[in-house]
């Protein structure tokens, strides 16, 4: 008869650790899921977008726009915005004819305004007609001060919290 080996002869073997113990805290289920299907969905849109979006972000990318990191198709919470230069907390929307007086976007505008960020909304036909009017607006928005809340808060990674 032979001897059972070293290691599971052990006297006391350490317990399992109980749920969640040594693990970071995780939200539910339900909220990583639509975090997935919230940043799938960015993902599809940066890969399909629209003739306007498409010439604003060869404007915007690469710091390309005096020197200001642009992210395009960013989630931030339960919303994504066209545009994004997080450290200045500036969101830029390129919308057609059917965003104009739309409930949803008011509430997300709400959202988003609360959260510090500052929003501006083109048209498409603003984009193609009038640029130099577009980018002088979105100089002036970056360059102007942060107001107080957006200084105290930090943008989460999501966010793109770094430059």
């Given at each position: 008869?032979?001897?059972?080996?070293?290691?599971?002869?052990?006297?006391?073997?350490?317990?399992?650790?109980?749920?969640?113990e040594?693990?970071?805290?995780r939200?539910d289920?339900?909220?990583?899921?639509?975090?997935?299907?919230?940043?799938e969905?960015?993902?599809s849109?940066?890969?399909?977008?629209?003739p306007?979006?498409h010439?604003?972000?060869?404007?915007?990318?690469?710091?390309?726009?005096v020197?200001?990191?642009?992210k395009?198709?960013?989630?931030?919470?339960?919303?994504?915005?066209?545009?994004a230069?997080p450290?200045?907390r500036?969101?830029?929307?390129?919308?057609?004819?059917?965003?104009?007086?739309n409930?949803?976007d008011e509430k997300?505008?709400?959202h988003?305004?609360?959260?510090?960020?500052?929003?501006?909304?083109?048209l498409?036909?603003?984009i193609?007609?009038?640029?130099?009017?577009?980018?002088?607006s979105?100089l002036?928005?970056?360059?102007?001060?942060?107001?107080?809340?957006?200084?105290?808060?930090?943008?989460?990674?999501?966010?793109?919290?770094?430059?």
């Amino acid at each position: 008869m032979t001897s059972p080996s070293p290691r599971s002869r052990s006297a006391n073997p350490a317990p399992p650790p109980s749920a969640g113990e040594g693990q970071p805290e995780r939200s539910d289920g339900r909220e990583r899921g639509r975090k997935k299907i919230l940043r799938e969905r960015a993902k599809s849109m940066r890969s399909e977008p629209t003739p306007a979006e498409h010439r604003l972000w060869q404007i915007l990318r690469a710091k390309r726009l005096v020197g200001y990191k642009f992210k395009r198709q960013l989630p931030i919470d339960d919303y994504i915005a066209d545009f994004a230069c997080p450290k200045q907390r500036l969101i830029v929307e390129v919308d057609g004819g059917q965003h104009s007086e739309n409930l949803h976007d008011e509430k997300r505008d709400g959202h988003l305004l609360g959260q510090g960020f500052r929003i501006l909304r083109f048209l498409n036909t603003d984009i193609f007609d009038n640029e130099e009017g577009v980018l002088t607006s979105i100089l002036n928005a970056l360059t102007a001060p942060l107001p107080a809340r957006a200084l105290r808060e930090s943008p989460s990674p999501a966010e793109g919290g770094r430059d």
